[in-house]
């Protein structure tokens, strides 16, 4: 495989895969390496003259490139179709977004799905753990490709926005803004717990194989289903729940089995059977593990503002929802505590909602004009006003 040539200027939405070399490894913190690496990739809007309008939208555990594009899978709209499109927070009259799938992941991406080179099957349980700063030194390789020099704004939610923290601390030069919303600098205790459930769901399913469920042609479907279930309730809040559900039935009466009596079970029981049409179990448990070691102050001496020294330069956003319980506003404060003490320029705000952490996917007015009015004063600062 060749390198191929740097994206054209003025390109419109379009994005693919992109294939680095064997001779260009990803060197992992592990100390493993991945060659040849592919990483799938989704572009909107066009890249101004100068290249200096790109912007990365980093996705959370079970999001993708397809950030404001219909799912190929699904036919849903976006993930973040919310925000990203002409005259939306980030328009892409104005930005050239970037989406990219995570390595690990498996929507096109180099992950425990794609084919191990040196057996010409899957990878399965072969494939290297991985961390969010491997995500992200990939993200690096391909910005760099695409022969884009500093990216105007790395914009991420949840395990997205571990993603721009990182960036921050490893690329800060290649970095002119930074917005990170309800995520953490690392993975509690209670977040660890429960990846963890996750994890020995999934490994329970006899259709796992020990991870080689490909080879034996069947999916470890139920297992998967459980771990969705028992992760959706942490991306909501229990207003949230009341309110959507409460204790309403599905039917008249009880059925005095254990079907799903309630309305909030066979939600959760919908939002199971509908992921595992499109996330690999596997994928699963090596992205919960990567959000589990991450540590942003461990290779800093555990002191969080040392990671942002380097990033004085970066103009930074810090939100949180009040009513997230899986990142609470508790640590979105100790992000910017740190970005102080490092001499970093940070804004910080507290979404009052009822939404719980999934707040950043839906309509939240406050979101919207916080994301729209900090970008565009970095765009003028920019001078892309």
Known sequence: MTAQAPITVGIETGGGTWRFPADRPLRL??????????????TYGKLNAEKTNAVLVCHALTGDQHVASNHPMTGKPGWWSLFVGPGLPLDTDRYFVIGTNVIGGCMGSTGPASIDPATGEAYGLKFPVITIADMVRAQAMLIEALGIETLFAAVGGSMGGMQVLQWAADYPGKLFSAVCIAAAARHSAQNIAFDEVGRQAVMADPNWCGGAYLKAGVRPEKGLAVARMAAHVTYLSEAALQRKFGRELRHDG????????????SYLRHQ?????????????????????????????????????????????????FSSDWLYPTVESRDIVRALNGAGCRASFAEIQTDKGHDAFFLDEPVLDQTLRGFLAAQAQARGLA
């Open 29 to 42: 913190d592990s100390g493993a390496s991945l060659a040849p690496l592919e990483v799938a990739y989704k």
């Open 254 to 265: 009880l059925s005095w089995g254990f079907d799903a009596d309630f309305q909030v079970e």
């Open 272 to 320: 199971g059977t509908s992921f595992v049409d499109r996330f690999d179990a596997n994928s699963y448990l090596y992205i919960t593990r990567a959000l589990d070691y991450f540590d942003l102050a461990a290779a800093h001496g555990g002191v969080l503002a040392a990671a942002f020294v380097p990033a004085r330069k970066v103009k930074f956003c810090v939100l949180s």
